[in-house]
């Protein structure tokens, strides 16, 4: 009798779930995440020790300039802060962020001051010290939203952990607007009284100080009576700052 042979049955390899599109998302984010953690770690360890040469600002404001037919004016020479007068360091301590050198990048007490101001429709110096005004002009964007402080927030640990007060300072007063298409100590100085960062007296210093909340509208020199108020009073403040170490 033929004995009858059954075929193996080939086992299936057993299917995949079908990844959900909610984990193809999520994977994405996390890619997303973990490249611009690696990338601005990247720009700060570097930023501490090549110049910065650009930033988001001279940009917009260059675009902003040639859009409104405006000639498109741009002034920046980078020096190292050695060269720059500690009269100027002291006089945007005492404009911008009293407790500079001794905060870790945010003044909690000058943001509430800030909120309660602005809650009573006044207008005052707002609550950004100088370590965030750092981050928002070299690495961000302009704006008030809450995902741009958010970045700036981020940005100002960073270069709070990896730059220090003293690189902090420096790019500072390399990078910042101080006049239409002015950025930075050296070119302000030559383009309000035609001298180099290092020669500044304190008024003088107190002038470039006093216009930082809006470079492109008031002047260091023939100032409005406004100005010449906030530097007499930038100049009085100065004083209290005493020797500066960072």
Same mark, same amino acid.
């Not at 402080?149 to 500072?172: D, Q, S």
């Given at each position: 009798m033929?004995?009858?042979?059954t075929? #193996? %049955?080939?086992? @299936?390899?057993?299917k995949?779930a079908?990844?959900?599109?909610?984990?193809?998302?999520?994977r994405?984010?996390l890619k997303?995440?973990?490249? /611009? $953690?690696?990338?601005s770690?990247f720009l700060?360890?570097?930023?501490k020790f090549?110049p910065? =040469?650009f930033?988001p600002? &001279? $940009?917009?404001?260059?675009i902003?300039? #040639?859009?409104?037919?405006?000639?498109?004016? /741009?002034?920046?020479d980078?020096?190292p802060? !050695?060269k720059?007068?500690?009269?100027l @360091?002291k006089? =945007?301590?005492?404009s911008? !962020?009293? +407790? /500079?050198?001794?905060?870790?990048? /945010?003044d909690?007490?000058?943001?509430?001051?800030a909120?309660?101001s602005?809650?009573?429709?006044?207008?005052?110096?707002g609550g950004s010290?100088i370590? @965030?005004?750092t981050?928002? +002009?070299?690495f961000?964007?302009?704006?008030?939203s809450y995902f741009?402080?958010g970045?700036?927030?981020?940005?100002?640990v960073l270069?709070e &952990?990896?730059? *220090? #007060?003293e690189?902090i &300072?420096?790019?500072?007063l390399n990078?910042i607007e101080?006049?239409d *298409?002015v950025?930075?100590? @050296?070119?302000a100085?030559?383009?309000?009284?035609?001298?180099?960062?290092?020669?500044?007296?304190p008024?003088?210093?107190a002038?470039?100080?006093?216009i930082l909340p +809006?470079?492109?509208k008031y %002047?260091?020199?023939?100032?409005?009576s406004?100005i +010449?108020n906030?530097k007499?009073k930038?100049?009085?403040v &100065?004083?209290? =700052?005493?020797k500066i170490k960072?």
């Amino acid at each position: 009798m033929a004995t009858k042979i059954t075929p #193996k %049955k080939t086992r @299936q390899p057993a299917k995949k779930a079908p990844t959900s599109f909610k984990n193809k998302i999520s994977r994405f984010v996390l890619k997303l995440i973990l490249w /611009f $953690v690696g990338i601005s770690l990247f720009l700060v360890v570097l930023f501490k020790f090549i110049p910065v =040469v650009f930033t988001p600002l &001279m $940009v917009i404001r260059a675009i902003e300039n #040639k859009f409104a037919g405006k000639e498109v004016f /741009f002034s920046h020479d980078w020096e190292p802060i !050695d060269k720059i007068s500690m009269n100027l @360091q002291k006089a =945007v301590i005492a404009s911008e !962020d009293g +407790n /500079f050198l001794t905060h870790n990048g /945010f003044d909690f007490t000058a943001m509430q001051k800030a909120y309660k101001s602005n809650e009573r429709g006044r207008r005052i110096k707002g609550g950004s010290t100088i370590s @965030q005004q750092t981050a928002k +002009n070299v690495f961000l964007w302009q704006g008030r939203s809450y995902f741009r402080k958010g970045l700036e927030a981020y940005f100002t640990v960073l270069i709070e &952990m990896i730059w *220090g #007060k003293e690189r902090i &300072m420096e790019v500072y007063l390399n990078s910042i607007e101080m006049g239409d *298409g002015v950025y930075g100590a @050296q070119a302000a100085t030559e383009h309000w009284y035609r001298k180099d960062a290092t020669s500044l007296t304190p008024i003088q210093a107190a002038g470039i100080a006093a216009i930082l909340p +809006n470079p492109r509208k008031y %002047k260091a020199t023939s100032s409005s009576s406004y100005i +010449n108020n906030r530097k007499t009073k930038i100049v009085r403040v &100065m004083r209290q =700052v005493g020797k500066i170490k960072y």
